[in-house]
């Protein structure tokens, strides 16, 4: 008799969303709240809107990315507090499984260490498919070290006390993709042991402000495949307002980018295109809507 065995993976996602106002962060900005850092996910979604003022220049003329690194910056200083975690797989068997495993309520569970793992890996971003659409970030938490010794014939790097200490403390948190549209800033950050699962990465941006087409207004949408799930998260600013069909024109918009969101992938046919391929979709931002009591 043949035994099927199916394991499910236990992961946490947090999706968060900020209009920061134009602001930058201070030296004693504090996001460990908004992160939720007394239960850390394994995947962060983290977008934040008006990171820049939506004046003319920034709409029509050059983008500006200077408040980028600084919120980068924050962010990865507050993920890197979090102290690595096990990782829990649940073991389905049909038929059951054999006396000698020990059963439980699902099945038993194998616990694994999420972090750090050693590997070949880089500490750079998972590149997508379609490299002209992204604004690619650098990693900086690269080590390295200055000072030869001779050994033989050959040149060994000197490496310093501390210098070990930093390469044995990866950061635990890698991030997998960073894009801005104007104001909008959609950045994912997830466990370093979990980068290796995360595949088929790509963006799609929907600019529905002035015109119907800047984006001073819109949406960042990412396609990724986690484990064999395929994930869209979508990341938007929609138009204010509080007029009688302000709210007619926030769902055209929202209909816009539903329909505008293009993946195009150009190797695999399974591959999701639109948003609704997808079969798990997660949209946040500032959507503008309000509540009239």
């Not at 980028?68 to 049909?94: A, C, F, G, M």
């Not at 590149?127 to 000072?147: K, Q």
């Not at 490496?159 to 801005?180: A, C, E, N, T």
């Not at 990341?235 to 293009?262: F, S």
């Amino acid at each position: 008799m043949g035994l099927l065995v199916s394991l499910c993976l236990g992961y946490r996602i947090c999706a968060g969303t900020w209009n920061v106002g134009r602001k930058l962060p201070s030296n004693d900005t504090d996001i460990e709240d908004w992160l939720d850092m007394k239960e850390p996910a394994d995947i962060y979604v983290l977008g934040l809107q008006e990171i820049v003022p939506l004046n003319a220049g920034n709409i029509f003329g050059v983008k500006d990315s200077r408040p980028v690194p600084r919120w980068e910056n924050l962010i990865r200083q507050t993920l890197n507090r979090i102290q690595p975690v096990k990782e829990k797989y649940k073991s389905h068997s049909d038929p059951p499984s054999p006396s000698r495993f020990k059963p439980s309520g699902d099945g038993p569970i194998f616990e694994d260490e999420l972090l750090p793992e050693i590997d070949s890996d880089s500490d750079e971003e998972i590149h997508p498919v379609d490299e002209e659409s992204f604004s690619l970030c650098i990693d900086d938490d690269s080590n390295t070290a200055s000072g030869y010794y001779n050994t033989g014939s050959s040149s060994v790097p000197e490496l310093k006390l501390d210098d070990i200490f930093k390469v044995k403390k990866r950061s635990p948190f890698v991030r997998i993709i960073s894009k801005q549209m104007v104001g909008v800033y959609l950045s994912i950050w997830v466990r370093r042991s979990l980068r290796k699962h995360i595949q088929n990465v790509k963006v799609s941006t929907v600019g529905v402000g002035v015109m119907g087409y800047i984006g001073n207004k819109g949406s960042i949408s990412v396609s990724m495949s986690i484990y064999q799930t395929l994930f869209c998260f979508i990341c938007c600013h929609l138009n204010p307002g509080e007029k009688n069909g302000d709210e007619l024109r926030r769902n055209a918009d929202v209909q816009e980018i539903h329909r505008r969101t293009q993946f195009n992938p150009v190797s695999r046919v399974d591959l999701p295109k639109t948003i609704y391929d997808h079969e798990r979709i997660i949209w946040l931002g500032d959507l503008s809507y309000r509540i009239i009591l």
